[in-house]
């Protein structure tokens, strides 16, 4: 039988199927579920979909998760996962630890991600080492999807954008009623907050970007070096939509910090394809 492999995000997951023989196959984009803040019914319709077309007997199962640093987080992860896997050994690790393995396999290095969240830790070949403590989109998550999402709103709503901003980013128009039950009522807010962010990389906006993107990516900069040293190894590799397409702008911002961008991928599949291909000792 296969293994499945995912890497589940606030927004979004994806997921891998490696065949006994070693073959593998990727499908991204299925709906996102972080214990913490959101409900898992769209992901495990997804996956009871893939169930009816069967394709997910499994083995072992392998999820990488946003909010599943806690031991109620991976619970609650692992509760859900049981639902579509009922018959299937089910490991649950944290998306931090996911990218490692994905960029390093077993080497050693800083990670961050940088997507719906954002997160960052020191990898040691087999553990990793989190100083820096993760305290979710509402307190921390400097630089995220979601922390960028609430600073282009926030423009939005108190009138800062040009009117020619406001019509390439809000060609809909900005109504602020249902902007505010969107970011205070919603049941995924983190993930509505983040679904803004990816406007910014709209052609046009470059103005916007900077003004917005800048001092939050500067903010992360500063928190990253206060509980990575540079003195430690300055060296960091980076996951995650928000990573991907802003990367000259986080390139820059963690320079400033002191910290030096040497690799970036959109997500972490293809390295954890890599990683749980490999016999294990």
Known sequence: MATWVADIGGSSSRWARIATE???EIRGDLPGFNPNSGDPEALLNALSALRESGVNEAHEVFVYGAGC??????SSMRT???????????????DLLGAARSMYGEEEGLILILGTGMNC??????????????????LGDEGSGADLGRALLREALLGLLTK??????????????????GVYRST????????????????????????????????????LSHFFPQQEGPWIKAVGSIA???EEHLESALGLNG??????????????VRFHSKPRN
């Open 22 to 24: 070693g073959s593998a």
């Open 69 to 74: 640093g806690s031991a109620q987080g991976k």
């Open 80 to 94: 859900a996962m049981a639902t579509a896997w009922p018959a299937s050994t089910i490991t649950v690790e944290t």
């Open 121 to 138: 830790g020191r990898y040691i070949g087999k553990e990793l080492q989190t100083p820096m403590p993760s305290l979710g989109w509402m």
């Open 164 to 181: 020619a901003e406001e019509a390439l980013l809000f060609p809909e128009g900005i109504h602020r009623d249902q902007l505010m039950q």
């Open 188 to 223: 995924a807010q983190q993930a509505f907050l983040a679904s803004f962010a990816k406007r910014l990389a709209t052609s046009g906006a470059e103005d916007l970007a900077e003004r917005v993107i800048e001092p939050r990516f500067m903010a992360m900069g500063k928190v």
């Open 244 to 246: 991907w397409a802003f």
């Open 259 to 272: 910290i030096f961008l040497t690799e970036v991928q959109r997500d972490p599949m293809e390295g954890l």
